[in-house]
């Protein structure tokens, strides 16, 4: 439900909502309120999970964005940076310890643990803060590192993926090299961990501070490299989301190169006549389709596709196949939303008699023959074809809603008909239930059945008949219906196989992209710089794949709007003089990174490392070293770890 004092805010906003609460938004722009300027995301706009939630708000910002691209940087104040200081050879470490409120204090005796950090060689000063991370302790350790001329520190707190880039700004700040940073987690892998030993606690903390300290004694100050980014965008496939897409980045002032392998726009939306609620999928493609075709920033290439990939995020070149032949292009982006297709089933009699349909072609004709379906006296309508079985686990999202709205179609233009629905589950969600209840209402009959004892249909003696098992009632039925209809599922682009070869994507078991982590990074790829949209991550409703297709866009914009892409120091380094030119790091490098160079060694540009230290732990000559996680500091870590048990 919506919070209860959402009420007042929706009042002096001046919004409308719909019968429950809930914002109301377009089909089309799905994430606009009835007010310019206004925008949703989350769960005031209709329940959904945390994916949904975080792909509608990248589609809120994307909106904002727009209204505000005349601004972008008018008002951006470059940070000034102190100037960096040499490095003194003589290690002097700061250690600061944070209570973390009571998150590590209510377990680690950090008095203890404070003491015993005072007695490391190589540390010069040690206290405690009750929040490290806070604004007034971050200025506090400026002031201590200058007071004390520290040149390594290490914080003893929480888990560096989430605060290690503060602490090694306040170094910058400080005058010290960021990575001459190191820190210790004693919350996760002390506090939380031993949340009822706490003396084991406290005693494991000395130890990890012990080979923080150890390690932190053998840090380099490392440069981070940066390049140029090319400020236009790669959009793969033209059907709505392409489209949504490349619309929301050239929006912005970007250039975009919209590829299409077939011949018009649109993709498989062209076969839809409408939407459960009514709306009209043909409307907001001509609209969209209008707009790319004459948008100054976008190029579409139609009956074409991307042939070759290269780069990294930022400043990829690539080769656009057309029938005039390759066209090289640079882009610093990737959009994928190269759709889907649909189930073309091999069941129920589909294919060689004329009175089984599916879905989609049984709304093609209600709308071109509004009169054959008044005649129609009884259908029979087959959920989950091609979708939830052993070959395609995937619920296919869109089919129940498409029999729901079939359904109701067919009783208003005849109350006498008969419409029997034989699914598995109905999964209507959300406000499409609404829509079922109605069907159910109108005496749309509905009957459960199980995989195991699945529906029969067959002809018998030019009678089309249906024998089927209601699991509810534990009845056997048998029906003769006018027309069969299949929902059949969606299945992945048959060129997602090419496309995930050629950039380097990951592909879940069913064959649709895979999204670099479901809740944290819902339209990214793993591989930095190449976002994700639509039907080519998974069935879903078409207003769905506009608002994905937003906040894809919204991401990319983050790398294109940038005049330079800066990039971590920590990447693998090559010594010529021992370099073999076996080309094991070329093959086992995920990122194709490395590469024979003209002396014929082995060479990593900087800008295309990940830093991962696969080839580091490959390379059989040790040739290679990973800047930031040399030998000698993992070394140095291990051995003051063990130390007491070497003792």
Not at 13 to 18: E, H, V, W
Not at 275 to 287: A, V
Not at 476 to 491: A, C, Y
């Amino acid at each position: 439900k919506p919070a209860a004092d959402f009420a007042d805010l929706v009042q002096r906003l001046g919004l409308a909502t719909n019968a429950f609460g809930f914002l109301s938004t377009d089909f089309d722009e799905p994430v606009a309120t009835s007010r310019e300027g206004i925008y949703v995301c989350g769960g005031i706009e209709a329940p959904k999970d945390i994916p949904e939630t975080v792909i509608q708000a990248g589609a809120a910002a994307a909106q904002v964005s727009m209204l505000l691209n005349e601004a972008r940087h008018t008002a951006t104040i470059r940070a000034m940076q102190p100037e960096e200081k040499p490095v003194d050879p003589q290690p002097r470490v700061g250690v600061f310890v944070c209570h973390c409120g009571t998150n590590i204090a209510g377990v680690v005796a950090i008095e203890q643990v404070l003491d015993y950090v005072k007695t490391l060689p190589r540390v010069a000063y040690a206290t405690d803060f009750m929040f490290t991370c806070s604004t007034e302790t971050q200025q506090t350790i400026i002031n201590t590192i200058q007071q004390h001329r520290l040149n390594r520190v290490v914080v003893a707190a929480c888990s560096p993926k989430t605060h290690e880039p503060l602490f090694q700004d306040t170094l910058r700040q400080a005058g010290l090299n960021p990575y001459l940073f190191e820190l210790a987690s004693i919350r996760e892998q002390c506090s939380w961990v031993h949340g009822n030993q706490p003396a084991v606690a406290t005693e494991k903390s000395k130890d990890i501070i012990r080979a923080a300290v150890a390690r932190a004694v053998h840090l380099e100050p490392l440069v981070d490299n940066s390049y140029p980014v090319v400020n236009e965008a790669m959009v793969i496939g033209g059907g709505i989301s392409g489209m949504a897409a490349a619309l929301s980045i050239a929006d912005q002032g970007m250039a975009v190169h919209l590829v299409e392998k077939s011949g018009r726009l649109g993709g498989f939306a062209k076969n839809l006549t409408e939407t459960l609620e009514g709306e009209s999928p043909h409307k907001t493609l001509r609209f969209f389709e209008e707009r790319v075709s004459r948008h100054p920033n976008i190029s579409v290439y139609l009956q074409s596709e991307l042939t070759a990939h290269t780069g990294q995020m930022g400043a990829f070149e690539g080769t656009i196949a057309t029938a005039d032949g390759g066209h090289p292009v640079r882009y610093g982006a990737v959009v994928v939303a190269t759709g889907g297709q649909a189930y073309e089933p091999c069941e129920y009699r589909y294919g060689t008699d004329a009175r089984v349909c599916t879905q989609v072609e049984l709304a093609r004709r209600i709308s071109r023959e509004p009169r054959w379906a008044q005649q129609l006296g009884r259908v029979a309508m087959i959920q989950c074809v091609g979708s939830r079985n052993e070959q395609f686990s995937f619920c296919s999202r869109v089919c129940c809603s498409a029999a729901v709205k079939n359904s109701i179609r067919i009783k208003e233009l005849n109350p006498e008909a008969q419409v029997i629905v034989l699914y598995r589950d109905i999964r209507t969600f959300g406000f499409k239930e609404l829509y079922y209840l109605q069907a159910r209402r109108m005496g749309v009959l509905f009957f459960r059945y199980i995989p195991e004892d699945s529906p029969r249909v067959f002809d018998e003696n030019g009678t089309l008949v249906v024998d089927f098992t209601d699991r509810s009632s534990q009845q056997d039925f048998r029906v003769k219906p006018d027309l069969v209809v299949l929902s059949s599922g969606i299945r992945p682009n048959p060129d997602a196989d090419r496309l995930a070869r050629l950039l380097k994507l990951a592909r879940g078991q069913q064959g649709f992209f895979l999204e670099a982590h479901v809740k944290l990074k819902p339209v990214e790829f793993a591989s930095a710089g190449i976002f994700l949209a639509g039907l080519a991550h998974s069935p879903r409703f078409i207003e769905e794949s506009i608002t994905m297709a937003k906040s894809a866009a919204q991401q990319a914009l983050k790398i294109l709007c940038r005049e330079q892409m800066t990039t971590a120091a920590t990447v693998a380094e090559v010594d010529p003089d021992k370099c073999a030119a076996c080309l094991l790091c070329v093959r086992e490098c995920p990122f194709n990174a490395p590469f024979i160079n003209a002396d014929g060694v082995s060479e990593i540009p900087a800008s295309a490392c990940r830093g991962c230290g696969i080839c580091v732990a490959e390379c059989p000559a040790q040739a290679i070293t990973l800047k930031h996680s040399t030998d000698e500091q993992l070394t140095a870590k291990i051995d003051a770890l063990l130390e007491d048990a070497l003792s």
